[in-house]
């Protein structure tokens, strides 16, 4: 078998690379481990920036999302007993942020690509890579697939990563001291924007994914464990944190969903190595204070997408040849927004009284001072 991209992992980047390459003529076969029914059920992020949308809505899969991603002008500051709004429309015009959950947008690729006679391929077991350096193909089941290029978009767990020789990449990586624990609640949310709420016992925040469904986070203890958050004991601590100020009541409901996620920054340098073309979290993840992870996959498989193109069209390497280079900017810039938004809002075991002094210092400074708001309203809604 063969195509001209070999993809591995039917997460958004893969998805929306071969969905991509195919609207520029170019072959592939998406691989992906788990099963179809998986994917488009995984909860994970669900803010999407100015430029992911417009990606999505000119590539032909932003119907939906237009017509059920809930816009967004601004966010609440919650910390000190009062709440501090963001405001995007006057900060950053004509920019804002769409609240559309991961799920959403990789059930509608997954549609797209099936709908075109795209090959992507679910439960397909020992995906290995093989001659990255001159032809490299894919095995996988007993199968083999040689392709000119492979794009590792398998997530931080993947298997692409780890194939580059020792040596090769370069590591940078941060682990935070305390985790999230993100619920899904069937209940209307109470807030029309999102809260980042900072107090002395911890971060929490109130989101949406829908006019009837809630998402919220609370930062607990990096070993925490689900079953140490019975529902009545995640809704008294998100009630303790959120219901900070005056007047404002949380509405609870039926939990659907619960998980702890690691709060952890990671990125390798290159993102690439021979035909290996790394993208997403393959290469980089972000806390998700900032959200930008999914953001930040987009952007890598549109840069990829436009250096395969011109590589497979008049055999031009040059972008491919830049691709990490251009790509790591904005990945860079994306990890010191998330790690500034995590330092800011979250509270830090070993923080002395001059420490915390110094955060709310800051968070006076980004909700009174209109160069400060800017600097997190154009972080926020996505650098151009
Ligand atoms: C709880 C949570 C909340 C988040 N909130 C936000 C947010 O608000 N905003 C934001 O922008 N980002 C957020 N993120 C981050 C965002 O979800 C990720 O950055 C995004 O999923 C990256 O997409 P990806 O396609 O690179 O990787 P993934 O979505 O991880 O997709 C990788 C795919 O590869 C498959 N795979 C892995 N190994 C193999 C293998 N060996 N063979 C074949 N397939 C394989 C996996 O099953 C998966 O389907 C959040 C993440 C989590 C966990």
Known sequence: MRTQVGIIGAGPAG?????????????????????????????????LEQGTVDTLVEAGVGERLRREGLPHHGIELRYGGAG????????????????????????????????????????????????LEAEPYLTFGGERLDCDVIAGCDGFHGVSRPS???????????????AWLGILARVAPSSEELIYT???RGFALHSMRSPTVSRFYLQVPADATVEEWPDERIWAELKARLES???FTLATGEIMEKGVTPMRAFVVEPMQYGR?????????IVP??????LNLAVADVRVLTDALAAYFENGSTALLDGYSEACLKRVWRAQHFSWWMTTLLHTFE???????????????????????????AENYVGMP
Request: net charge negative; aromatic share 8%.
């Open 288 to 293: 998700p204070t900032g959200a930008k992870g």
């Open 198 to 200: 900072r107090t002395e």
């Open 276 to 284: 290996l073309y790394l993208a997403g979290d393959a290469a980089h």
């Open 84 to 131: 501090h709004r963001i405001a995007f429309e006057k900060l950053v015009p004509g920019r804002s942020i769409t609240v559309y959950g991961q799920q959403e947008v990789v059930k509608d690729l997954i549609a797209a690509r099936l709908a075109a006679g795209g090959d992507v391929r679910f439960e397909v077991e020992d995906v290995a890579v093989h001659g």
């Open 245 to 247: 100020v005056p007047g």
């Open 164 to 178: 580059v020789p020792e040596g090769v990449l370069s590591v940078f990586e941060r682990d935070y001291p305390f």
């Open 15 to 47: 998805l929306l690379l071969s969905h991509l390459l195919h609207l520029r003529g170019i072959s592939s076969v998406v691989l992906e481990k788990r099963s179809r029914d998986y994917v488009e059920r995984r909860v994970r992020a669900g803010v």
């Open 350 to 376: 070993d923080d002395d009284p001059y420490g915390r002094r110094l955060q709310l210092s800051y968070l006076d400074y980004v909700t009174s001072s209109e160069a400060a708001a800017t600097t997190l």
